[in-house]
């Protein structure tokens, strides 16, 4: 295991540094969230940019910073077809959510669905909301704690522990004005740190970059994938494709997180500026990410004693997952076999942490690790104020106390930011367990919290006639369809039953499910309409 030697005194300078700068600015605007509407919606009056700056950092988290590259090194490119499209998805959101948002008035994005079908589906989609959440922050800060595990050989379930009670003081003294303008400032934290790391892979090449780009390229590290458009049972090009766009339209068109970024922007012009803001940077920026998992893989086929050193790091941590102590009588022999079994795949996400303990130099391992702090607090800060949110509006406000005092809104907001970040944290412990990577984990989940939510709000924008009860049942079918996609991928899908199984990729989850909902729904309304003018003829 790297030793804690690899951190200089300038490094932990740099570090501290960063995290006194973020506290600093929560503890500023601490006096100013004395209300609900400024904790959740920051008075309604900050400039586009900002909002779009606070997007793009929210959307680049750990799952970004750590996970797109061990991807690339992994496979290849893949993952950017989830970004190319999300311009796509941004001018849906723009065009259709957007307005509606802004012209409801409501903190809460779900109350849409209320006056849509009724408050049965505002509950609905605001349980849902919550559970992806906390599936969010635990894979986002298990993210983050991988790179503090291979600077100092702790324990990684300490260091997840300790960064959740760090975020979650963070986000519990700041409210979403401090939130957005700490997302600003961690953007440009995330940008250098990137930055600096790529220009010291390229040029520690004994060629160079050119070097890099053809090692990588004669091992295909730069290709999308497949383009078969039938293998729906692969991620080829056109599955992530079609999986980017559908989960892009549930962040931009459906997550509290970013509705309510809309929502404090001053005008309805600086909210659309904040959607295109975000969506167009963070498109070069995965390209930058994973051609850092490239030069990555290219680096290590060239320091092959620095690839052991990785599957040694590996191994160990498998054997810490597997609850093996070092001293035990067979952890060597165990640790020995562990090293021998590892595939490429394992290494992904511990190859870029890897690097920055091994090869930056003092200072710049510090900003880089501020770096994937700022990744991930950028990310958990968003969910746990959105979560917060929900809690109070949808749940308190609305269902046990509809005259409570905004004092108690404030209070009730932030037990909600303790509650949300304990769970988070329980999450990313839970994580540790796993050994895929983090990356597929982390759309899966996605796609299954996700895939009904945005099937939900898609009907009520596409098909106006449908209503209430045959809604719910249309929800209920698409929800059916979900969980036997989703059930039928994992290691619990009965042997017997593999002749039913899903022939889809998991990912696919999120286009099938709400398409159905959005079909089924059609056929309902048109068999409704159709019956209705029978009747009112006879």
Same mark, same amino acid.
């Given at each position: 295991?790297?030793?804690a030697?690899?951190?200089?005194?300038?490094?932990?300078?740099?570090l501290?540094?960063y /995290?006194?700068?973020?506290?600093?600015?929560?503890?500023?605007?601490w006096?100013?969230?004395?209300?609900?509407?400024?904790?959740?919606?920051?008075?309604?009056?900050?400039?586009?940019?900002?909002?779009?700056?606070?997007? /793009?950092?929210?959307?680049?988290?750990s799952?970004?910073?750590?996970?797109?590259?061990g991807? %690339?090194?992994?496979?290849?490119?893949?993952a950017f077809?989830?970004?190319?499209?999300?311009?796509?998805?941004?001018?849906?959101?723009?065009?259709?959510?957007?307005?509606?948002?802004?012209?409801?008035?409501?903190?809460?994005?779900?109350?849409?669905?209320?006056?849509?079908? !009724?408050?049965?589906?505002?509950?609905?989609?605001?349980c849902?909301? *919550?559970?992806?959440?906390?599936?969010?922050?635990?894979?986002?800060?298990?993210?983050? %704690?991988?790179?503090?595990?291979?600077?100092?050989?702790?324990?990684?379930?300490?260091?997840?522990?300790?960064?959740?009670i760090?975020?979650?003081?963070?986000?519990?003294?700041?409210?979403?004005?401090?939130?957005?303008?700490?997302?600003?400032?961690?953007?440009?934290?995330?940008?250098?740190?990137?930055?600096?790391?790529?220009?010291?892979?390229?040029?520690?090449?004994?060629?160079?970059?050119?070097?890099?780009?053809?090692?990588?390229?004669r091992?295909?590290?730069?290709?999308?994938?497949?383009?078969?458009?039938? &293998?729906?049972?692969?991620?080829t090009?056109?599955?992530?494709?079609a999986?980017?766009?559908?989960?892009?339209?549930?962040?931009?068109?459906?997550?509290?997180?970013?509705?309510?970024?809309?929502?404090?922007?001053?005008?309805d012009?600086?909210? =659309?500026?904040?959607v295109?803001?975000g969506?167009?940077?963070?498109?070069?920026?995965?390209?930058? /990410? *994973?051609?850092? !998992?490239?030069?990555?893989?290219?680096?290590?086929?060239?320091?092959?004693?620095?690839?052991?050193?990785?599957?040694?790091?590996?191994?160990?941590?498998?054997?810490?997952?597997?609850?093996?102590a070092?001293?035990?009588?067979?952890?060597?022999?165990?640790?020995?076999?562990?090293?021998?079994?590892?595939?490429?795949?394992?290494?992904?996400?511990?190859? /870029?942490?890897?690097?920055?303990?091994?090869?930056?130099?003092?200072?710049?391992? !510090?900003?880089?690790?501020?770096?994937?702090?700022?990744?991930?607090?950028?990310t958990?800060? #968003?969910?746990?104020?959105?979560?917060?949110?929900?809690?109070?509006s949808?749940?308190?406000?609305?269902?046990?106390?509809?005259?409570?005092?905004?004092?108690?809104?404030?209070?009730?907001?932030?037990?909600?930011?303790?509650?949300?970040?304990?769970?988070?944290?329980v999450?990313?412990? &839970?994580?540790?367990?796993? #050994?895929e990577?983090?990356?597929?984990?982390w759309?899966?989940?996605?796609?299954?919290?996700?895939a009904?939510?945005?099937?939900?709000?898609?009907?009520?924008?596409?098909?106006?006639?449908?209503r209430?009860?045959? &809604?719910?049942?249309?929800?209920?079918?698409?929800?059916?369809?979900? &969980?036997?996609?989703?059930?039928?991928?994992?290691?619990?899908?009965?042997?017997?039953?593999?002749?039913? =199984?899903s022939?889809?990729?998991?990912?696919?989850?999120?286009?099938?499910?709400?398409?159905?909902?959005?079909? *089924?729904?059609? *056929?309902?309304?048109?068999?409704?309409?159709?019956?209705?003018?029978?009747?009112?003829?006879?």
């Amino acid at each position: 295991m790297i030793a804690a030697v690899f951190f200089t005194g300038v490094d932990w300078f740099v570090l501290s540094g960063y /995290f006194v700068a973020i506290m600093a600015l929560g503890l500023f605007f601490w006096r100013r969230n004395n209300t609900a509407d400024q904790f959740t919606a920051g008075g309604r009056t900050l400039p586009g940019w900002l909002c779009g700056l606070s997007i /793009f950092a929210t959307y680049l988290s750990s799952i970004s910073y750590l996970a797109l590259p061990g991807k %690339a090194f992994v496979d290849n490119w893949n993952a950017f077809a989830f970004s190319l499209a999300l311009p796509f998805a941004a001018a849906i959101a723009v065009r259709f959510f957007l307005p509606l948002y802004r012209q409801s008035g409501e903190v809460s994005a779900y109350s849409l669905l209320e006056n849509r079908f !009724g408050l049965w589906a505002r509950l609905y989609a605001s349980c849902f909301y *919550l559970l992806f959440q906390i599936a969010r922050i635990g894979v986002v800060m298990y993210l983050m %704690a991988l790179p503090m595990a291979v600077l100092f050989g702790w324990d990684i379930r300490i260091v997840i522990i300790v960064t959740g009670i760090i975020v979650t003081i963070y986000s519990f003294v700041g409210g979403i004005v401090a939130v957005i303008w700490a997302d600003a400032i961690q953007a440009v934290v995330l940008l250098a740190g990137a930055l600096l790391a790529l220009g010291i892979l390229l040029f520690d090449m004994p060629g160079g970059p050119s070097e890099v780009i053809e090692v990588a390229n004669r091992n295909e590290k730069f290709s999308l994938g497949s383009t078969s458009l039938f &293998a729906v049972s692969q991620p080829t090009l056109w599955v992530v494709l079609a999986y980017g766009l559908f989960d892009n339209l549930r962040n931009f068109g459906v997550d509290q997180s970013y509705v309510q970024r809309y929502i404090a922007a001053s005008t309805d012009r600086e909210a =659309a500026k904040s959607v295109w803001f975000g969506a167009l940077l963070y498109v070069p920026v995965s390209a930058l /990410f *994973l051609f850092i !998992g490239s030069s990555l893989f290219a680096y290590y086929e060239s320091h092959p004693e620095q690839t052991q050193e990785v599957r040694v790091i590996v191994a160990e941590q498998k054997m810490m997952q597997a609850g093996i102590a070092t001293d035990a009588p067979e952890y060597a022999s165990r640790l020995n076999e562990t090293i021998d079994g590892l595939s490429e795949k394992d290494l992904g996400d511990r190859v /870029f942490p890897h690097f920055i303990a091994s090869n930056l130099p003092m200072g710049a391992r !510090g900003l880089l690790i501020a770096a994937v702090f700022a990744a991930a607090m950028s990310t958990v800060s #968003t969910s746990l104020n959105s979560s917060a949110t929900l809690v109070m509006s949808d749940f308190y406000k609305r269902l046990l106390r509809p005259e409570s005092s905004d004092t108690e809104h404030v209070r009730v907001l932030r037990a909600s930011t303790i509650a949300w970040g304990a769970m988070g944290t329980v999450m990313a412990l &839970a994580l540790v367990r796993l #050994t895929e990577s983090a990356l597929d984990i982390w759309w899966i989940l996605s796609a299954v919290l996700g895939a009904a939510i945005i099937g939900l709000f898609l009907l009520g924008i596409i098909v106006p006639k449908i209503r209430g009860g045959a &809604a719910v049942l249309v929800l209920i079918s698409g929800m059916l369809l979900i &969980a036997w996609m989703a059930a039928s991928q994992t290691d619990y899908w009965p042997t017997q039953l593999d002749r039913i =199984a899903s022939p889809f990729h998991p990912l696919l989850v999120i286009v099938i499910g709400p398409s159905a909902i959005i079909l *089924l729904g059609s *056929l309902v309304a048109i068999f409704s309409s159709e019956k209705t003018t029978d009747s009112v003829q006879e």
